[in-house]
């Protein structure tokens, strides 16, 4: 009778053990399910970022330039204002 409350009492302990175990592996790839949406989403940020920093890139560039064609317009202007006053 002892072997018998024995075997039964382990084969409860196994199959509470292996549904543990189970419940814990299928929560598993839901998780990392999730994981990649998060990732994302970041690099959607990140995206975003090197876009803002593209544009203001452009912005200066296109500042640089026309601070440069200003320049030489002035230039332009002492160079024929120059001759007039010789």
Do not use: R
């Not at 543990?20 to 994981?35: C, H, K, N």
């Not at 940020?45 to 544009?55: I, L, R, S, T």
Request: overall charge positive.
């Amino acid at each position: 009778m002892k072997k018998v409350l024995a075997s039964i009492v382990a084969a409860l302990v196994a199959m509470s053990f292996s549904a543990v175990v189970f419940a814990a592996e299928v929560a598993t790839p839901a998780a990392d399910a999730a994981a990649p949406a998060v990732e994302k989403k970041e690099v959607k940020k990140a995206k975003k970022v090197k876009k803002a920093k593209k544009v203001k890139k452009a912005k200066k560039a296109k500042k640089e330039i026309k601070a440069k064609k200003e320049m030489k317009e002035m230039e332009m202007k002492k160079e024929e204002a120059a001759p007039a006053a010789k």
